[in-house]
């Protein structure tokens, strides 16, 4: 093995700690973009095949009541290639055992076969036979929640009518990827079904005989979305239609596309935050390294190393470490995608999700980590290789020392010997120290913008269900839209109606008002906005709560490894002046205080560049993640400023104790063994 290459593994050794604490944050970063790109493909990648092979319609309508005849002529409108008459009802459900009111839909299925668009992948058993009026096939999400097989038996009331059914069969739905009921946010699966019936059985039961209220459309490829929305518009206009539309706006749909998006947002704006942070971090303490070297650097040019040589010696250095914080977050990163997989088939119903670590994703991380590091590096290396042979051999030569501002105030005066040792250290160093507290400071604002995240999603939900739906600001979630209700039935044109009340129920009669509610076949559903906060916080707490503390959990991390490099390249800096003065008569706690005294300085500096960091960095992530569904609030608080000051004294403290076992152990005399 070539010389310089023993002296990359030696060097390893020695700095293991601190090429360790390196490799951490390379992790970090790549863990981010691995998990992030897996999920995002995962989930994209599903959702387009599934939809290909389950027919998933391009255009959607609803109507009052058309007749089927004119569903023929509406294939021939330019750019149609399919067309699928429906009946929708609305339906309450009856379980044994289940006092909860579950609120249903059921859409019909063409007698005893699959429909030509938005075909159903049966889990289980059968589609209703074709003679049957009894069997429905109901959606996997209840069956699950509520334990049901095919055999099984429920109650349904539709337009008044207590009808007893059948489970011929379990499914999932192109539509219904994303099962939620209208007007919610979050699947409340043992409240909401999907049904799916005969739909002779259905038109029968809904007075919809010979008619459809509900059309599904496929397009032809290249075909004008847009024109034939405009002529669907056209043709149902007479029969009550609300508007013809793309399949963007159906909640499934639009909810999984969005999820997807902020996968995407996610694996460019976090991965990027975290390694351009690791590049900063990496110019520090590489080039620290790099000049603590300099004795070794001149006697690699004075036995004839060229500067290319030693160059390369030091990139392959840096290429080690990033290599192995590449290959532990490739890893981490894969095992938390695997984790997100398994979180996303509790919330979007896909017969299963297409999971896969591609060679491109491996090259991309390492690639990405590599330009990031390197681009920290090279001004280091640059600087180490332009020395010569005679100026590296020399210690660097003292600093000029001319007493300023500091050295004549009260405050310097006011102070023992061992820290005005420290204020002039950092004074003489202004740079060093400026690195250092940036550095510590970047990584507080890191801390900050996972307790950012996991503080917004609170406050949102608080929003939403304690202001929002009281009917009194702007709603966080959702768009919705308020007109006046004398205004909405003159554009229905209908007379004066409603089709829902919100109630404020003593919690004493709740059960009795639900019973009574129940008894009553005109109320299509009773719902409860407590369960459906709670459906919302839970979602909140697995999925968004989950990966910021996730964040915190690598912030934090982060903080510790920045804080413990500064501490030992400090510590090593310094040895030889820190013997001197034990040999000088100070004791041992004095040596340690200019130490950690420095330390500590330098950590309490770094906190209002944690605060001024993190919140760009929240604005950054707030902007990003601001959807057209959810607008997480931007809002710094107290409370996550002091989470970012208390990360950086927690870290800066267990840095302190682990230098302060190498200060208990300093060997004056090998210390002092250093060539003049």
């Known amino acids: 093995m070539r010389t310089l290459h023993l002296k990359v593994l030696r060097d390893l050794a020695r700095l293991r700690g601190q090429a360790a604490a390196i490799a951490l944050v390379i992790a970090s970063g790549v863990l981010t973009l691995v998990f992030s790109v897996m999920g995002h493909d995962a989930l994209s990648l599903t959702q387009e095949r599934f939809y290909a092979e389950r027919h998933f319609a391009d255009v959607f309508a609803e109507v009052n009541r058309a007749p089927r005849r004119i569903a023929d002529p509406l294939r021939e409108i330019p750019g149609v290639a399919e067309v699928e008459p429906r009946v929708r009802a609305p339906a309450r459900l009856e379980l044994d055992g289940f006092d909860d009111p579950i609120r249903g839909q059921v859409l019909s299925l063409p007698d005893g076969r699959q429909p030509a668009l938005n075909q159903l992948h049966l889990r289980e058993g059968r589609l209703p036979e074709r003679a049957r009026s009894d069997e429905v096939v109901v959606s996997d999400g209840f069956a699950e929640a509520h334990g049901l097989v095919a055999g099984d038996t429920l109650r349904l009331i539709i337009g008044g009518r207590l009808v007893e059914v059948r489970v011929s069969g379990i499914a999932l739905s192109p539509e219904f990827v994303y099962q939620v009921s209208p007007g919610h946010l979050m699947p409340d699966y043992e409240r909401y079904a999907i049904l799916w019936m005969n739909e002779s059985a259905l038109a029968a039961a809904w007075g919809m005989e010979g008619a459809f209220n509900s059309l599904s459309v496929s397009l032809q490829r290249d075909a004008d979305r847009a024109a034939v929305i405009d002529a669907l518009d056209v043709a149902l206009a007479r029969y009550g239609s609300t508007g013809a539309h793309g399949r963007d706006e159906l909640f499934s749909h639009e909810f999984v596309t969005l999820e997807i998006q902020q996968l995407g947002i996610m694996a460019v704006v976090v991965p990027a935050i975290f390694l351009l942070v690791s590049a900063f971090l990496l110019h520090v303490v590489m080039g620290r390294i790099i000049r603590g070297q300099r004795d070794q650097i001149a006697i690699l040019k004075a036995f004839g190393y060229g500067n290319l040589a030693i160059a390369w010696h030091y990139v392959l250095l840096t290429t080690l470490i990033v290599l192995t914080g590449s290959v532990a977050g490739i890893a981490l990163g894969a095992w938390t995608a695997h984790a997100l997989v398994d979180l996303y088939m509790e919330y979007f119903r896909f017969p299963e999700l297409n999971f896969r670590l591609q060679g491109w994703l491996v090259l991309l991380a390492v690639g990405v980590a590599m330009v990031a590091a390197l681009l920290g590096t090279l001004q280091a290396v640059w600087q180490a290789v332009r020395m010569q042979p005679a100026e590296a051999m020399r210690p660097p030569a003292p600093e000029r020392f001319r007493r300023g501002w500091l050295e004549g105030s009260a405050l310097m005066r006011g102070l023992g010997q061992s820290s005005r040792i420290i204020l002039r250290n950092l004074a003489r160093h202004r740079l060093k120290a400026l690195a250092s507290v940036i550095g510590i400071g970047l990584s507080g604002g890191l801390l900050l913008i996972g307790a950012y995240q996991l503080q917004a999603v609170g406050h949102m939900i608080d929003q939403q269900y304690r202001v929002t739906l009281q009917m009194d600001v702007d709603e966080p979630m959702g768009t919705g839209a308020y007109i006046r209700r004398d205004a909405l039935h003159r554009l229905k044109g209908e007379g004066p109606a409603v089709t829902g009340a919100w109630l404020l129920v003593d919690s004493e009669y709740e059960d009795a008002l639900y019973a009574s509610l129940s008894e009553q076949p005109e109320v299509a559903s009773v719902e409860r906005v407590r369960e459906a906060e709670a459906n919302v916080r839970e979602y909140m707490e697995e999925t968004v709560l989950a990966f910021a503390a996730v964040f915190v959990l690598l912030a934090g991390s982060i903080a510790f490894a920045v804080t413990y490099n500064n501490a030992r390249i400090a510590y090593a800096e310094r040895e030889r002046e820190l013997a001197t003065l034990e040999v000088l008569g100070y004791s041992r706690a004095q040596v340690s205080w200019v130490l950690l005294g420095e330390i500590a300085l330098v ?74």
């Open 603 to 676: 950590s309490l500096a770094a906190i209002p560049v944690a605060w001024a960091s993190g919140t760009g960095f929240a604005w950054l992530l707030n902007q990003a993640l601001t959807l057209e569904f959810v607008r997480l609030p931007f809002i710094i608080t107290p409370q996550l400023y002091g989470f970012a000051a208390l990360g950086i004294i927690v870290a800066s403290t267990l840095s302190g104790l682990l230098i302060l076992r190498r200060l208990r152990g300093l060997d004056r005399v090998q210390a002092l063994k250093a060539a003049e």
